[in-house]
């Protein structure tokens, strides 16, 4: 049985219809299983990590793939599963661990990185760059203003598809070979921002407006029209400048372990085209 936490998120959502469709059996973890929606084939569970009987809620697993919110509590929730008999933890991470970074998000998944190498099961850490379902931020701004706002100097980005990093997760929980293993997952290309907005234009169909504007106003925005709290966006802004330096690289291990290249940022933007021209009436 493999045991998905964050089942709900970014990646979980692309995962436990991956593992299911691989064939195996996926135990699903979600606070509110009445509004979650998760592949029906799954076994959904619902629990929050702050309070759960931890053992308990790991029995019956052997694999698990590892992703919580703040991620302060990975090392607890490892060795909880230790304990329980898994035997093969996926650590979502990130790529600024790779690169020594030390804002706070990137600091909490290095501790939570070493927690797993030592909490006793086999362990593999999964280290993705910037995810293309990132710029789902800029849906209420195409759709109200046809207008992307970007701070000044947002670097160019070697985006990854969710799917991708799915497949990558499905392939260490399902096959062996990767224990031990630590993976940089980028996509194939990097793109500047403008680029990308030129990208999803096209897709659209109608041009978008580019506008760069300075952090101080970016700071504004995110805070007034997304509810951002302060220490948000605080730590988005330290990882932007820690990464900037480096978010262009471009790795080739989704191509070297799946196969085949990885999902581009055209792609991305055909799939995703209709959420973005919903309000929009020009």
């Given amino acids: 049985m ?4 964050g089942a709900t998120g970014k990646v979980g959502r692309a995962l436990v219809p991956a593992l299911l469709d ?20 799954a076994d959904v569970v619902g629990a929050d990590l702050e309070t759960a009987d931890l053992p308990a809620l790991f029995d019956g697993a052997d694999r698990v793939f ?12 490892a060795r909880a599963a ?21 804002d706070p998000i990137t600091r909490a998944h290095a501790e939570a990185e070493q927690a797993v190498r030592e909490a006793g099961p086999a362990w593999t850490i999964l280290r993705p760059g910037a995810f293309m379902d990132n710029r789902f ?15 000044e100097g947002d670097p160019a980005s070697a985006l990854v598809h969710v799917r991708d990093i799915a497949a990558v997760a499905t392939l260490a929980l399902t096959t062996s070979g990767h224990e031990g293993a ?21 897709a659209i169909g109608r041009p978008i407006e580019y506008v760069e ?44 372990l799946l196969g085949k290249p990885p999902r581009t940022f055209p792609d991305w933007a055909r799939e995703n085209a209709a959420a973005f021209t919903y309000h929009y009436r020009g």
């Fill in 2 to 5: 493999i045991f998905v936490l």
């Fill in 22 to 41: 691989a064939g195996a059996a996926v135990r699903a973890l979600t606070r509110d299983p009445a509004k979650a929606r998760i592949d029906p084939r």
């Fill in 66 to 77: 590892l992703l919580t919110q703040g991620f302060r509590h990975e090392g607890a929730i």
């Fill in 82 to 102: 230790a304990r329980a008999g898994v035997t093969h933890l996926v650590k979502l991470s990130t790529s600024g661990v790779h690169f020594g970074q030390t």
């Fill in 137 to 151: 931020a800029w849906l209420r701004t195409i759709r109200e203003e046809n207008t992307v706002y970007v701070p």
């Fill in 182 to 202: 630590t993976y940089e997952l980028t996509g194939g290309e990097a793109l500047t921002t403008e680029q990308q907005v030129a990208v999803l234009s096209d």
């Fill in 213 to 256: 504007e300075p952090e101080t106003a970016a700071r504004e925005r995110m805070t007034r029209m997304y509810g951002w709290p302060v220490e948000a966006v605080d730590g988005f802004f330290a990882l932007k400048r820690e990464s900037a330096a480096h978010e262009h690289v471009v790795f080739d291990t989704v191509a070297r």
